[in-house]
């Protein structure tokens, strides 16, 4: 856990200090704490973390809107916490490429599981701490590289958020099989921290985008209507109905 570089943006220096405590007490020792999404920005560009916990009130520039920005400088998770409390707000977190999302008030205890949640789906802190897989996952146009978390389409890398990845990787090593949104959250997400259809719907989205030649007419990731979906592995993909 000391190895474990997490970084606080909040600029309620009583929330900062509660979460440092709690962490500290669960053995997480290793934090950065700051106050605005600019020294959020400048602290990912001078160092590596493993996750991002993120308020989403912060002066000058709102998490949601610093969010896009980070995820130009790390793949880590990021954790959002707001007051505000509406689906809309919560799919705005998931869709700039937030992977989890807490409302205030809440119980420092609940952050401490949702950040240890999001660091077993990790997709570094999995690499870093199980044996590296045999070979990779290929759909032709794309590949997973399970054993170095990462995905390439045409041969490039494309950078891919935690939770997105592990969807991918899942849906990857079932080919062909459907499974419903329930399914997907009971498999990927494991704990139900996320509880809103749409949700799933805006992973989906976001994996189309990296893999699909065009994420409006999907051949690979496609929904079956009334069932599920299902990631297509054919020589001709079919186009989605």
């Given at each position: 856990m000391k190895d474990i570089a997490i970084l606080l943006v909040d600029d309620e220096q009583a929330i900062v200090k509660l979460l440092?405590?709690?962490?500290?007490?669960?053995?997480?020792?290793?934090?950065?704490?700051?106050?605005t999404a600019e020294e959020a920005l400048l602290a990912c560009e001078r160092r590596s973390y493993d996750i991002i916990v993120l308020d989403v009130t912060l002066p000058n520039m709102s998490g949601i809107?610093?969010?896009?920005?980070?995820?130009?400088?790390?793949?880590?998770?990021i954790l959002f916490l707001s007051a505000r409390t509406t689906?809309?707000?919560k799919l705005t977190g998931f869709a700039v490429g937030g992977d989890d999302y807490v409302t205030?008030?809440?119980?420092?205890?609940?952050?401490?599981?949702?950040?240890?949640?999001?660091?077993?789906?990790?997709?570094?802190?999995?690499?870093?701490?199980?044996?590296?897989?045999?070979?990779?996952?290929?759909?032709?146009?794309?590949?997973?590289?399970?054993?170095?978390?990462?995905?390439?389409?045409g041969g490039i890398p494309v950078a891919c958020p935690t939770l997105v990845f592990q969807l991918l990787l899942f849906l990857s090593k079932n080919p062909n099989r459907i499974f419903t949104k329930s399914e997907l959250y009971e498999r990927v997400w494991g704990d139900n921290s996320i509880s809103d259809d749409n949700t799933i719907m805006v992973h989906i989205h976001r994996i189309r985008e990296r893999?699909?030649?065009d994420p409006a007419r999907p051949e690979y990731l496609v929904n079956v209507r009334g069932l599920g979906y299902k990631l297509v592995k054919k020589e001709t993909a079919p186009h989605e109905h």
């Open positions: 440092e405590t709690v962490l500290h007490k669960e053995g997480f020792l290793n934090i950065d704490k700051v106050g809107e610093a969010c896009p920005f980070i995820r130009r400088l790390t793949d880590a998770p689906d809309f707000d205030k008030p809440f119980n420092p205890l609940e952050i401490v599981a949702r950040i240890k949640s999001l660091l077993r789906r990790s997709s570094k802190f999995i690499s870093a701490v199980t044996p590296p897989a045999n070979g990779l996952i290929d759909f032709g146009r794309f590949q997973i590289h399970e054993a170095s978390a990462e995905l390439r389409v893999i699909e030649p």
